[in-house]
């Protein structure tokens, strides 16, 4: 069974930065991607990046120049690093993988997610 765990949140100054990390475990041949989300209250879960095997990269318009995703395959995790953080990124953070596993594909593995709070 694969899992997936998120670390790295906390509350930080807007301007802050903050570095999340999701670490992937069970039975895994190949992560084909993996992603990060975010959720308010109230509002539907999005996108935040997204990052492939080729390392080829997807980012939120209201992230691009402030976030980098990167990921190791060796050790099958990504990390999202947070810079120059404004209130509105405050939110809790999921992270998202396309596994496959020798059971086959497993395409939306979700982490428990993990809370940033940006203070003004």
């Known amino acids: 069974q694969v899992q997936l765990v998120e670390s790295g949140g906390g509350l930080v100054q807007a301007g802050g930065s903050l570095r999340l990390s999701c670490a992937a475990s069970?039975?895994?041949?190949?992560?084909?991607?993996m992603g990060w989300y975010r959720q308010v209250p109230g509002k539907q879960r999005e996108l935040v990046a997204r990052i492939f095997s080729s390392s080829s990269t997807n980012y939120a318009d209201s992230v691009k120049g402030r976030f980098t995703i990167s990921r190791d395959n060796a050790k099958n995790t990504v990390d999202l690093q947070m810079n120059s953080l404004k209130p509105e990124d405050t939110a809790t953070y999921y992270c998202n993988g396309d596994v496959l596993t020798p059971d086959g594909r497993y395409p939306l593995v979700w982490g428990q997610g993990t809370l940033v709070t940006v203070s003004s």
């Open positions: 069970g039975s895994i041949l190949r992560i084909v991607s």
